[in-house]
């Protein structure tokens, strides 16, 4: 694997280097966190310059569980996207596996769980990467399509609130926060904060929004993202809301299943075509 450390101002200045392969990997610097985001850019065939696709991942209150995170692959709707012309990049935020560095994104302790702050420090990170790529000439510049599963697309959507002119959309795969309290399926910390969280984040999206959840998802069940999803609607959010069957093992990872391609992709090719 190739790292290309980040020289300071080489992204803006325009000495954007040619891509010498459909992938590249990168250490983005991360402003007063002493830490660089490894992150991976898979590229479409041809010269671009490409829309930018920003596929997040998710995060857990562990330790432990962070450091074995391994480097964001999404291979799935990686090939699904770059098949689709998009550049596809997947930051590894700090606090998680080889990045590694302070864990920025806690939502504190679980009865008084500060959803928004911790979505809002997911959206810094992905603002960063999206600032550091858009430096080079073979990415297109302008709103972006952001992807995300679990916490990564609750950060998405807090980026699409809180910045709404570098979002063009965002598709949420099993997106929140606080699932799995204390290690136990089926179990939320603060649900209700959840909600007024999403409704928080509703305000102030302008931008498009797919969710798509699964029946049998362990970490937000079917009444938890409807109400999350109300919500975000309820104060405006743009949004369109799927409920998707069962899934093998736990529905909560139908981002990583190719047999949930079939279910999702018709709903997303849709979603996009109706973006232009």
């Not at 002493?34 to 010269?47: F, K, Q, S, W, Y």
């Not at 104060?235 to 949930?260: C, K, N, R, S």
Request: charged residues 20%; negative net charge; hydrophobic residues 45%.
């Amino acid at each position: 694997m190739l790292l290309i450390a980040a020289v300071p101002g080489a992204a803006q200045s325009g000495a954007s280097p040619a891509p010498a392969s459909h992938e590249l990997h990168w250490l983005i610097p991360y402003p007063g966190a002493d830490v660089a985001m490894r992150a991976t850019l898979r590229l479409p065939i041809g010269r671009g310059p490409f829309p930018l696709a920003v596929v997040s991942h998710g995060t857990s209150e562990s330790e432990k569980l962070r450091e074995d995170y391994d480097e964001p692959a999404f291979d799935v709707i990686s090939s699904w996207l770059v098949k689709r012309g998009y550049a596809v990049l997947l930051p590894q935020r700090p606090g998680h596996g080889e990045t590694g560095g302070r864990y920025l994104e806690s939502s504190g302790s679980c009865d008084a769980a500060r959803y928004l702050d911790a979505g809002n420090a997911t959206a810094e990170a992905l603002k960063i990467a999206i600032e550091y790529a858009e430096g080079y000439s073979f990415i297109l510049k302008g709103p972006v399509l952001l992807v995300g599963h679990s916490a990564g697309a609750w950060g998405s959507l807090a980026l699409a609130a809180s910045d709404p002119k570098i979002v063009r959309a965002v598709i949420n795969f099993s997106g929140g926060r606080g699932g799995h309290s204390y290690g136990v399926p089926n179990r939320n910390c603060a649900p209700e904060r959840l909600v007024q969280a999403a409704a928080a984040f509703g305000a102030g999206t302008k931008a498009k929004t797919l969710w798509l959840y699964a029946e049998n998802d362990s970490f937000f069940s079917p009444e938890l993202s409807r109400a999350m999803a109300e919500a975000f609607r309820a104060a405006g959010g743009p949004i369109e809301y799927h409920l998707l069957p069962a899934l093998p093992d736990d529905g909560h990872y139908l981002i990583f299943l190719p047999d949930a391609v079939p279910l999702w992709g018709p709903i997303a090719d849709t979603f996009l075509k109706r973006l232009r």
